[in-house]
């Protein structure tokens, strides 16, 4: 069964960075489409960003392209969400999630706890 752990949240002031890791495992990392995503206070859950499986192509919301990256160690199990120029509008908890299909399974099979990333000054 396939597992996976957020970290790395925090309060950061407007213009600032933080780093989200999310360690799995029971899985491997690079045979699955891989995401994060949040969900801020009254709002649904959307998507942030992603990578698909094999290749690697990274996906972004436009709300986070240029300022967002994502990446994973396959060797570790780990994906992280580098985020810079934080606005208080990304606060939200975050949540990394995996899926062995891509096109990725609407939602993905298995998900992290979420990690809470609070932006304000």
């Known amino acids: 069964q396939a597992q996976l752990a957020e970290s790395g949240g925090g309060l950061v002031q407007p213009g600032g960075s933080l780093r989200l890791s999310c360690a799995g495992s ?10 994060w995503f949040r ?3 009254g709002k649904d859950r959307e998507f942030v960003a992603g990578i698909s499986p094999y290749t690697g ?6 709300s986070v392209k240029g300022r ?9 199990i ?3 969400l580098q ?13 990394c999630a ?24």
């Open 98 to 121: 995996a899926d062995n299909s891509f096109p990725p399974k609407e939602p993905y099979e298995y998900w992290g706890q979420g990690t809470q990333v609070s932006v304000s000054s």
């Open 83 to 95: 985020m810079n120029s934080l606005k208080p509008e990304d606060t939200a908890i975050y949540y």
């Open 39 to 41: 969900q801020a206070p």
């Open 26 to 35: 029971g899985f491997t990392l690079e045979y699955n489409t891989i995401g």
């Open 78 to 80: 780990t994906m992280f």
């Open 57 to 62: 192509t990274t996906y972004y919301a436009d």
């Open 68 to 76: 967002f990256t994502i990446s994973r160690d396959n060797a570790k």
